[in-house]
């Protein structure tokens, strides 16, 4: 067999610094400035009246890896999280190091992030002292995910819902917690199943809750993200499904149809549930129906105070 030859003649190059060269690249200059860090000027650090104080100034959309720990199986889990750190400023600060928010996640990371209420208000108040102010706030979301079995076959699957987490911390007023948690679940039209002769069309539900927590005793309320999913997916027509064979989908579709929600009854009914919930002071119910038979979305949303019907 004849050896290939190649037939395309090959472009002669320059040499890579020339090619560097050729694009912009310059020889360094001559370098004047310190290389110590203790003998260069920290502009963030200046102090004067700077006109205004600052509710908050960091960082946001920092991805980072973590551990999640939970009721449902899978018990342990790893997921990826995006992170927003922030804390006041002063008048007579300038501003912040941005450094120091990257490097004491850095330090959680080695040790091990388990994202709970206890590890975010270590490492809120840790964070306030790194950055020498009075306060504070770390904020988490993350995908949260949940074995879920057909109801006939019994075969599993992963769902998963979207779940937020947030702590500030304050050097007088101490810890306030809050969360959040998205939801997806079936909903089907009780005017669709009243009117038609037979059938009715269902659509994709999403339910988002927003809470805050009564105070900061997180041993009260440590399953509170299996309750905030079970108070969305009980009141739902059905739950959603990763796993769904045909004796599954029969029974799904039936208790849909035994079950029809409006929007509005979506919102009441977690609403109901999240109120019996001792430990949640304030939330916000809100639910987002994709239409199957309209181009656009049906949406609800209720939010309750407990604090204020105590003082009422």
């Known amino acids: 067999m004849e050896k290939h030859v190649d037939l395309i003649e090959k ?36 102090k004067k009246d700077f006109l205004f104080e600052l509710d908050a100034v960091g960082i946001d959309r920092v991805k980072h890896p973590i551990t999640v720990t939970s009721q449902l199986s899978p018990q342990e889990q790893t997921t990826v999280a995006q992170f927003t750190f922030t804390s006041s400023i002063k008048q007579t600060s300038k501003g912040t190091n941005m450094s120091r928010f990257m490097e004491q996640l850095q330090a959680y990371h ?44 019994r075969l599993a699957g992963l769902n998963h819902a979207d779940i937020t987490m947030t702590v500030n911390y304050d050097q007088k007023e101490g810890y306030t917690l809050s969360a959040g948690m998205t939801v997806q679940v079936t909903t ?14 269902n659509q994709r539900g999403n339910v988002t809750m927003e809470i805050s927590f009564i105070d900061d005793n997180i041993d009260d309320y440590m399953n509170w993200k299996e309750e905030l999913l079970e108070a969305a997916e009980s009141n739902a027509s059905a739950r959603l499904h990763p ?54 979305d049906a949406i609800a949303s209720l939010t309750y105070d407990k604090l204020k019907e105590k003082n009422a």
């Not at 089907?188 to 069309?201: F, G, M, N, R």
Request: glycine content about 2%.
């Open 188 to 201: 089907l039209c009780p005017c669709s199943k009243e009117i038609s002769e037979y059938s009715a069309h």
């Open 11 to 46: 472009k002669q190059l320059p040499h890579k610094e020339e090619r560097l060269k050729l694009f912009g690249s310059v020889k360094p200059g001559p370098k004047t400035k310190p290389v110590d860090k203790c003998q260069m000027t920290d502009i963030q650090n200046m």
């Open 110 to 153: 080695e040790r091990g992030f388990v994202a709970n209420f206890n590890s975010l208000k270590h490492f809120a108040k840790e964070l306030s002292e790194r950055l020498n102010q009075r306060d504070a706030t770390i904020s988490v979301k993350f995908p949260w995910f949940y074995e879920r079995r057909g109801p006939a076959s």
């Open 243 to 296: 796993v769904l064979k045909r004796p599954d989908e029969k029974m799904v579709t039936e208790q849909a149809y035994e079950n029809p929600r409006f929007v509005e009854d979506m919102v009441r009914l977690v609403a109901a549930d999240l109120y019996e919930l001792d430990y949640i002071r304030k939330f916000k119910v809100s639910c987002r129906n994709e239409e199957s038979i309209h181009m656009h």
